[in-house]
T-cell receptor, first 117, second 106 residues
Framework: GAVVSQHPSWVICKSGTSVKIECRSL??????MFWYRQFPKQSLMLMAT?????????EQGVEKDKFLINHASLTLSTLTVTSAHPEDSSFYIC?????????????FGPGTRLTVT | AQRVTQPEKLLSVFKGAPVELKCNYS??????LFWYVQYSRQRLQLLLR??SRESIKGFTADLNKGETSFHLKKPFAQEEDSAMYYC????????FGSGTKLNVKP
């Protein structure tokens, strides 16, 4: 089956620093990847849609200069949290989308726990 | 406005009892609906989607356009069904409900 990996699985950083999270589709090519944020005991909030070779589409309220997304290849998308602050601490999840017989299938990564101190 | 509503945050049932996790959506067109499950310490994974009309792990979900619902059902819950369940609607992008935690007691 399709596998999506994320690296790192958890990271602790100091306030003001930047953190990069990688999302890879291991055995398939994904033209579209999604980045979600999940707060404790809450649902997934879509942050942005990342299309290979083009600029990401950000959801309302998500700062594109703070959450930089790059989708340089069909198997890799990165999310960089710039100048991180404690309120950015969260669980970040990526997914890769594949079109299948008229619908979409989403494969999720395991998530990255970010803690900003 | 919330596109997908899951009214129950927590649902507790005994093993062997029937279970129904509710999902209502807001969309006037033809919806594409999914149920995702997240077991403890595991990633989110697709459970089923209405377009394929399949039954996975004994779960089924019927789309009711009149009631704009896509409730997830299982006639006899098992302890291993304990997990977080998310209903999702696809309209250009995915909209997730807030999730229901299912706890199946022995």
């Amino acid at each position: 089956g399709a596998v999506v990996s994320q690296h790192p699985s958890w990271v602790i950083c100091k306030s003001g620093t930047s953190v990069k999270i990688e999302c890879r589709s291991l055995d398939f090519q994904a033209t579209t990847m999604f980045w979600y944020r999940q707060f404790p005991k809450q649902s997934l909030m879509l942050m942005a849609t990342s299309n290979e070779g083009s600029k990401a589409t950000y959801e309302q309220g998500v700062e594109k200069d703070k959450f930089l997304i790059n989708h340089a290849s069909l198997t890799l998308s990165t999310l960089t949290v710039t100048s991180a602050h404690p309120e950015d601490s969260s669980f970040y999840i990526c997914s890769a989308s594949v079109r299948t017989s008229g619908s979409y299938e989403q494969y999720f990564g395991p998530g990255t726990r970010l803690t900003v101190t | 406005a919330q596109r997908v509503t899951q009214p129950e945050k927590l649902l507790s049932v005994f093993k062997g009892a029937p279970v129904e996790l509710k999902c209502n959506y807001s969309y006037s067109g033809s919806p594409e609906l999914f149920w995702y499950v997240q077991y403890s310490r595991q990633r989110l994974q697709l459970l089923l989607r209405h377009i394929s009309r399949e039954s996975i792990k004994g779960f089924t979900a019927d789309l009711n356009k009149g009631e704009t619902s896509f409730h997830l059902k299982k006639p006899f819950a098992q302890e291993e069904d304990s997990a977080m369940y998310y209903c999702a609607l696809l309209i250009n992008k995915f909209y997730f409900g807030s999730g229901t935690k299912l706890n199946v007691k022995p």
